[in-house]
T-cell receptor, first 112, second 113 residues
Framework: DGGITQSPKYLFRKEGQNVTLSCEQN?????MYWYRQDPGQGLRLIYY???????QKGDIAEGYSVSREKKESFPLTVTSAQKNPTAFYLC???????????FGQGTRLTVV | KQEVTQIPAALSVPEGENLVLNCSFT??????LQWFRQDPGKGLTSLLL?????REQTSGRLNASLDKSSGRSTLYIAASQPGDSATYLC????????????FGGGTRLMVKP
C-alpha cells in the first residue's frame, strides 16, 4: 500500500519548544517537499530535497530545519525561532522535481 | 516572481450544474500546471496534470485547459455532485528554481443537493 505518511495528525507545542514532524514515503520518489498552509490560503514552500543528503530552502525557510538521511524520510523541525508556527503542514513527494506531486494527509500544529 | 490567482474564492451551485474554476499566473515560463482537490483538514489529491506543451487534459467529469501565453487555466466540472464539494487548488511548476510548485489560494466549492 504505497503512499506518503505524515505523523502525528495533530501536534501541540508550547512556545519556545522545538518540535519535529515526520514524513515517510514508500513510493521510491527522489524528491520530497514541505509546505505550510494557513487558513484560507494556498500552500507555501518551506524546504525541498531532490536527492538524499541534499536539500534547499524554499520561500519561507526561516525558523525551520530539515534533514534527508534516507530516501524514504524527510522530517521537518519547527524551531523556537519560527515566530508564527501554528499552521497545517503538508509533505509531498515526486519521482523528480518536475513530475506530478503526491501529498500526505498533513499535520496540524498548534502552539499553546 | 510567479504569482497564482484563483477566482472565485468561493462558489456555491445547485447539483447538476456545469461549472468553471479559473486560475491565472503571471509568468508564462512554466513547466506544467497541476490541479488538486483538498477536503477539509485533509491533504491534497492530484486531479490533473497539464504539461506546458498541452492544451487540455480530461479525467472523467473533469477537464482542464491551459493557455500558457495568456497565463490562464480553467477546470471544468460537468454535472456537479454534492461529493464534488471541496477546495480546488491550482499550482504551476516554475521552469527555474528547481521546478517548484507555486500555489493559488484555492476555490472553495459547495454543491447543494
Amino acid at each position: 500500500d504505497g503512499g506518503i505518511t505524515q505523523s502525528p495528525k495533530y501536534l501541540f507545542r508550547k512556545e519556545g519548544q522545538n518540535v519535529t514532524l515526520s514524513c515517510e514515503q514508500n513510493l521510491n520518489h527522489d524528491a520530497m517537499y514541505w509546505y505550510r498552509q494557513d487558513p484560507g490560503q494556498g500552500l507555501r514552500l518551506i524546504y525541498y530535497s531532490q536527492i538524499v543528503n541534499d536539500f534547499q530552502k524554499g520561500d519561507i525557510a526561516e525558523g525551520y530545519s530539515v534533514s534527508r538521511e534516507k530516501k524514504e524520510s524527510f522530517p521537518l523541525t519547527v524551531t523556537s525561532a519560527q515566530k508564527n508556527p501554528t499552521a497545517f503542514y503538508l509533505c509531498a513527494s515526486s519521482i523528480g522535481t518536475g513530475t506530478e506531486a503526491f501529498f500526505g494527509q498533513g499535520t496540524r500544529l498548534t502552539v499553546v | 516572481k510567479q504569482e497564482v490567482t484563483q477566482i472565485p474564492a468561493a462558489l456555491s451551485v445547485p447539483e447538476g450544474e456545469n461549472l468553471v474554476l479559473n486560475c491565472s499566473f503571471t509568468d508564462s515560463a512554466i513547466y506544467n500546471l497541476q490541479w488538486f482537490r483538498q477536503d477539509p483538514g485533509k491533504g491534497l489529491t492530484s486531479l490533473l496534470l497539464i504539461q506546458s506543451s498541452q492544451r487540455e487534459q480530461t479525467s472523467g467529469r473533469l477537464n482542464a485547459s491551459l493557455d500558457k501565453s495568456s497565463g490562464r487555466s480553467t477546470l471544468y466540472i460537468a454535472a456537479s455532485q454534492p461529493g464534488d464539494s471541496a477546495t480546488y487548488l491550482c499550482a504551476v511548476r516554475r521552469s527555474n528554481a528547481g521546478n517548484m510548485l507555486t500555489f493559488g489560494g484555492g476555490t472553495r466549492l459547495m454543491v447543494k443537493p
